[in-house]
C-alpha cells in the first residue's frame, strides 16, 4: 500500500533530510506534497527525478493527506489540529504537542507501544533526548536508573541552516583576518549574539526563571515521559560547540542496583539502533565528525563511576538532523504502517 505523504518545513535542514531518507528508504509514498510558509512557497525541489514546487501551506493543503511530516517549529501549533482534521496522522518534530497527555512521544526502539494511543498527532522528541533515551533504556530496563546527570555538546544544525552557515562564515573570516559577524546564535530571537567558532555556548533556547534553558528541561520532562517513569533524577546542561551537525552528551547515570561494564556493553550493543564503539586502548570512541550521516547512536568510554555505588559514565553521539530529528520521525512511521496504525 502507498501513501499520500505532505510534509511541512520542507525546505529547511530537517525537511531536506525527509527528502534524503523517503529516497534512501524507499518509503512508500504515493502521492508527496512539499508545504512551507509563504517565504519558501514557489522554491521548486528536484526528486527522485521530479520537479516539485513548494507550496504555501493553507488548511486544505492536507487534504487527502494519510502522513504529514513536520519539520519543526510555530507552524505545526496551526496546522497540525487542521491536518488531523483532514483524516491525516501528524508527526510533529516541534515541541509544541510533546508533552500533551494526549500526544504520545516517541523513539520507536523504546516506547513504540505508545503509539497506540494517539489522537492523530504522534510526537517526535528533542533531538538530544532521542540520542540519549537510546542509551539509557536498555540500561534503565536491566537496571533501575536513579539519576542521570547529563552535559551535552550540541552541533549548529540543531539552530537551523542559518547556524550551519553562521560557523562556516565565521571560521573563513577567521581564516581571512577579516572581522567576524554574530547574528544567530545562540537564538536568532534573542537580543544578544556570540561568536560560536572556536568558542562554546552554554546557552540553547530561552533561560526560565529556574536559571535552566528550555532545552534543558526538555531533556528532563521528556526522558521522564519516553521511560514513563518520574521518579528518575535528571539534570541537563546543554551547551551549543562549533561542530556541524551530530551531538555529543556526557552521561552519567547512578542505578538502583550493580550492573558491570560488560553487562552494560552487551547490552547497548544488542538495542537495536545502537553501536558500542568503545576500545580505549586502541583509542576507540564516537566522535562528531565521523557520526554524521550514519542512522545509529554511538557509545562509549563507558566505565565505572565509583564516587558512588552503582553509577557509570558513558559518552553518546548521535547525528541531530538524521536520529535526532528527520530519521527518528520517519521510522514512526513506518511502524505505523509495519503494524497498521495508519
Ligand atoms: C537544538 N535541540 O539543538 C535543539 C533543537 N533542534 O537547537
Redesign the pocket.
Known sequence: KKYNVAILGATGVVGQEFLKLIEERNFPYAELKLLASERSAGKKIEFMGKTFVVEEAVPDSFNDVHIALFA?GSASKTFAPEAVKRGAVVIDNSSTFRMDPNVPLIVPEVNPEAIRNHQGIIANP???TIIMVMALKPIHDRAKIKRVVVSTY??V???GKEAIDELTNQVKSIGANRPVTAKILPSASLEKHYQIAFNLIPQ??KFLDSGYTK?EI?MVDETHKILNDDSIGITATTV?VPVYRS?SESVNIELEKDLSIEETKALLAEFPGVVVQDDPVQMEYPMPLFVSDRDEVFVGRIRKDSSVKYGLNMWVVGD?IRK??ALNALQIAEYMIDNNLV
Do not use: Y
Open positions: 519543526g528533542n533531538c538530544s550540541q552541533a544544525s540543531g539552530a540553547i533556547d532545552e526538555k551549543r551531538h541531530q535526532g530529528a
